[in-house]
Each structure stands twice: as C-alpha cells, then as structure tokens.
C-alpha cells in the first residue's frame, strides 16, 4: 500500500495546537491573576479572560488531538490498513477528505475515531456506551454525530472530483466509519455507512474488492487526479 500524506500541513496544525495550548494557559493564568484583586472591574476582567481561555484551550485540544499528539489519526488509520497490497493507495489530508484510500475495493474517505466503549447505531444515531465521562466532556472525546461528519465528508469529495473529472468518469465515493481504539466493540445494525474497528477492517475491504472489484485504470485515473506533479505530499510505503 502506498501512503500519500500531506506533511506540510500535518507540521503545520500542530504548531497551531501548540500555540493554542500555551496561549490558552497564559490567559487562563491573566484570569486567575486578575481573580485574586478584590477590583469589582478586575474581576469582571478574569471571567472574561476564563471565558477566553476555556474556548481557547478547546481549539488547541482540537488541533493537538488530530496533529499534535503520536499515534495521530491518520498514523491509526495506516496502521490499520497496513498490509494491503500495492494496488492501494491511501491519501492523508491530500483531497477534500481527510483520509481517502482508492484501491480495487473502491474509493472510500476514512473518517477515524478513537473513541473505546461500545458503539451501536440506534433511532438513526450513533452512540457510544462506556468510555470515560470525563475524557468526553474535556478532552474532546464525545462520539458527536459520525453520520453528519460522513454526510459533510461526501459532499466535499465529491465536488473535488466533480471539479476535476467529468461525466461517469467521476468516482462512486463510500464512507467508511472506522473505529480505532482497541476498546472499541462496534455492534451496529441498519447503519447507513459502512462502520468496522480497525481489526476487522481489511478483511471487509479485501471482501468488497472480491465481489465487486472496481477496475485498475479507473484506480490509476483517480490516483493521476489526486496526485499531480508538484503536489506538497510526502510518498511512502508501509
């Protein structure tokens, strides 16, 4: 499988992480600081600065969970698929989706979580039981609504193909739901995107490619599309 990624911006948004982090830290400091004087103004000051703070440190959670902080999701979603052959190629931040991997099973934009406890789909939502309340409310690590996220995913590859090729040539785009936490037990049922754990998911691609192999050369039209030339992305194998 060859790994496409695009480094640059990886490198990028962690330094954004970082720069939150500590910015989030300072103004929290300001607040607690500005707390301590018994100025009527001083303290009107401090809980704006805690307000600041607070959402902040959440965008520098947000950039240093998806960039910052090793295994990143998309070193999860290689590690996953590591060991399918060199027909595959998947692509890390290199088109309108995040992790996008073409190969004779098809076209599919990964969307990663890493969330653990058991996850089902139920009255058309996803949900998640067990896990730890604590890490869901600070730490980012709440389930949201993948079914959104996927919907939004699809509609982004999809004009950046429709900008880029034409008529039927544009590739049939799949979302794929993979669940990388080795405590995560998914047990969906009517779901309307394919969703495994990383475990079980080569053998689910391997099986998509076996009863319905999407042709090589349209494989290789997509991966011309995706890849030009001078593209900032970094090629490597697993």
Do not use: C
């Not at 520098?60 to 399918?84: C, M, Q, T």
């Not at 309340?133 to 609504?145: H, N, T």
Request: proline fraction near 5%.
């Amino acid at each position: 499988m060859k790994i496409i990624s695009n480094t640059k911006l990886i490198q990028r948004n962690k330094k954004i992480g970082q720069i939150l982090t500590f910015s989030a830290i300072a103004i929290l400091v300001i607040g607690l600081v500005l707390s301590l004087n018994g100025n009527v103004q001083y303290i009107m000051y401090s809980y704006l600065a805690l307000i600041i703070g607070f959402l902040t440190s959440q965008f520098g959670i947000y950039f240093s969970n998806k960039f910052g902080r090793s295994p990143r999701p998309d070193e999860l979603v290689s590690a996953a698929l590591k060991g399918l052959d060199d027909r595959y190629s998947l692509y890390h931040y290199a088109t309108a989706a995040s992790h996008l991997l073409v190969g004779p099973s098809g076209v599919w934009a990964i969307l990663p979580y890493n969330q653990p406890g058991t996850i089902t789909y139920e009255k058309g939502k996803y949900r998640q039981k067990g896990g730890n309340w604590y890490m869901k409310i600070f730490a980012q690590e709440g389930l949201g609504r993948p079914d959104k996220e996927a919907q939004y995913v699809l509609e982004d590859i999809n004009k950046f193909f429709s900008r880029q090729m034409e008529g039927d040539a544009v590739p049939t785009v799949n979302p794929l739901l993979l669940f990388t936490n080795s405590k995560a037990s998914v047990k969906v049922q009517d779901a309307p995107f394919a969703t495994v754990e990383s475990e079980k998911v080569k053998d689910f691609l391997r099986k998509r490619a076996k009863d319905n192999a999407f042709p090589l050369e349209k494989v290789e039209q997509i991966n011309a599309v995706i890849m030009p030339a001078d593209a900032p992305v970094e090629t490597s194998k697993e």
